[in-house]
């Protein structure tokens, strides 16, 4: 029993929400489309997705084991599970559950018999999946990490689901997508801040490492910026008119609220970090969720 708690506690169900509420904005973008939608595939896709996202868990446990085991701000949100560096669990065991639910993503694909267009962008998400920390490219330790998981979530995602349903892409789901991708990213620089002492110990460079702890909340305004200014050209006549007004309602104190929890210096306090986290985790939630149910009425 304690070894199934801690492979619950290594699988760390609780990010699953995110990648299910992008799924979701593909779908609406499909149903206004194509007029409704295929429940098989919207189902298949679904369990499809959920394993790439628990393969990220396990792999990222499993490589970052230098980090983690040094990181004294570990939270419910950051810093791994942990489980790998207390001996909860062997670390094999992360490696064997990330590449049983890539094989598992893989298979079903199969199975489903996908078109070219979401072979594509599952081979490209499970892709993302794997070496996001793996050698040799181990994007999250140079760098492009929060930017990865924010093409992943906010502009893959909802493609997939879309070409599950059209077999093909949509241009008018990706500009409607587009202005996500910075919000996302800055979430995962949220994420990335607290571990920054003990990333930068083992040469993990990470955007908190890279910038440093004080520049965190001005790249994270930045972001931010970026994303209002891109939704400000790109949603007109595509995003629901009163979406868009309910959308900057809660997003903007949102945006301040998330700016002031990361302002330097940042508490040792596990729980002021992880209420620092879901506050800028608020800011793409509130987005994606407005935007789904704008589409959705419309």
């Not at 990010?15 to 609406?28: Q, V």
């Not at 007029?35 to 896709?45: I, P, Q, S």
């Not at 084991?65 to 040094?70: E, H, K, L, N, V």
């Not at 909860?88 to 890539?102: S, Y």
Request: overall charge positive; charged content about 10%.
């Amino acid at each position: 029993m304690h070894r199934i708690a801690a492979f619950i506690r290594l699988s760390r169900f609780h990010f699953l929400p995110l990648p299910l509420l992008t799924y979701a904005l593909g779908l609406a973008v499909a149903n206004r489309d194509r007029g409704g939608l295929d429940g098989g595939w919207l189902l298949a896709g679904a369990g499809i997705e959920l394993l790439a996202q628990l393969s990220v868990a396990y792999f990222n446990d499993y490589w970052d084991q230098a980090t983690d085991a040094i990181n004294t701000r570990r939270t419910l949100l950051s810093g791994g599970s942990g489980e790998l560096t207390t001996g909860a669990l062997p670390p094999w065991i992360a490696l064997a559950a990330g590449i049983a639910c890539q094989g598992g993503a893989l298979l079903g694909a199969a199975l489903a018999g996908l078109s070219s267009v979401s072979w594509a962008l599952l081979v490209g998400a499970l892709f993302a999946a794997l070496f996001y920390t793996a050698p040799p490219l181990k994007l999250g330790w140079r760098g492009a990490g929060e930017v990865t998981t924010g093409v992943v979530a906010a502009l893959i995602v909802p493609q997939w689901a879309y070409s599950l349903q059209t077999g093909q892409l949509s241009r008018d789901l990706f500009l409607i997508c587009l202005p996500l991708l910075p919000f996302v990213a800055s979430l995962f620089l949220a994420i990335a801040a607290p571990d920054r002492p003990a990333d930068a110990q083992v040469g993990k460079q990470t955007l908190p490492v890279i910038v440093g702890e004080g520049r965190v909340a001005w790249l994270y305004a930045g972001m931010a910026a970026v994303g209002v200014i891109a939704a400000l050209i790109l949603w007109p006549g595509r995003v629901p008119s009163f979406a868009l007004v309910i959308a900057a309602l809660l997003a903007l104190p949102l945006m301040g609220l998330a700016w002031q929890g990361l302002r330097a210096p940042l508490s040792d306090r596990p729980p002021v970090l992880l209420w620092m986290i879901v506050r800028a985790g608020l800011v793409p939630l509130a987005l994606i969720v407005v935007v789904v149910l704008g589409l959705w009425s419309g």
